[in-house]
T-cell receptor, first 115, second 107 residues
Framework: KAGVTQTPRYLIKTRGQQVTLSCSPI?????VSWYQQTPGQGLQFLFE???????NKGNFPGRFSGRQFSNSRSEMNVSTLELGDSALYLCASNPSVRGMNTEAFFGQGTRLTVV | DAKTTQPPSMDCAEGRAANLPCNHS???????VYWYRQIHSQGPQYIIH???NNETNEMASLIITEDRKSSTLILPHATLRDTAVYYCIVETDKLIFGTGTRLQVFP
């Protein structure tokens, strides 16, 4: 069974640009969550999508957005990039049909560098 | 904010049991205790979870106190590959990671 796939693995962008990251969950998983990891703030929850609807949201500005498609694949977008957005962005997929984050499976992440 | 408190770091000799404590004194009745670990530069990996009873799987054991205010993750025979940051999470509908415990297994 294929794991969670995140693309691209590495990305370099310039301040002010926007970026789109992609996550393909494990087949059959309907919940996808996104996290940002930085050395200073650790792992922080961005948002969660379940059946194409955003179900939970963390404390991030509106520049961070996401969506989920009917095949459960998810994308997150960051607009007007700032240097502080440089981070490892992790996606997790969840098999739970109860809507809870049980046994989340994480991808390898996309490392974004903003210059 | 994370609802758990963990020591920032621990050491363990290879082959010995690693016992990682976690305090979650404000846990409510329907909240599970989850453990994940993150090996450098990789995505977090699920280890085990439990509600009230002790749990065991092929990776680890989870001991939850009767009042559910604390728990201990036990890696019965630590190896060098178990060196990682271990996160204890009290979860309802989303995973909120704290700072975790950095476990160093030494030869």
């Amino acid at each position: 069974k294929a794991g969670v796939t995140q693309t691209p693995r590495y990305l370099i962008k310039t301040r002010g640009q926007q970026v789109t990251l992609s996550c393909s969950p494990i087949s059959g998983h309907r919940s996808v969550s996104w996290y940002q990891q930085t050395p200073g703030q650790g792992l922080q929850f961005l948002f969660e999508y379940f059946s194409e609807t955003q179900r939970n949201k963390g404390n991030f500005p509106g520049r961070f957005s996401g969506r989920q498609f009917s095949n459960s694949r998810s994308e997150m977008n960051v607009s007007t990039l700032e240097l502080g957005d440089s981070a490892l962005y992790l996606c997790a997929s969840n098999p739970s049909v109860r809507g809870m984050n049980t046994e989340a499976f994480f991808g390898q992440g996309t490392r974004l560098t903003v210059v | 904010d994370a609802k758990t408190t963990q020591p920032p770091s621990m050491d363990c000799a290879e082959g010995r049991a690693a016992n990682l404590p976690c305090n979650h004194s404000t846990i409510s009745g329907n909240e599970y205790v989850y453990w994940y670990r993150q090996i450098h530069s990789q995505g977090p990996q699920y280890i085990i979870h439990g509600l009230k009873n002790n749990e065991t799987n092929e990776m680890a054991s989870l001991i939850i106190t009767e009042d559910r205010k604390s728990s201990t993750l036990i890696l019965p025979h630590a190896t060098l590959r178990d060196t990682a940051v271990y996160y204890c999470i009290v979860e309802t509908d989303k995973l909120i990671f704290g700072t975790g415990t950095r476990l160093q297994v030494f030869p």
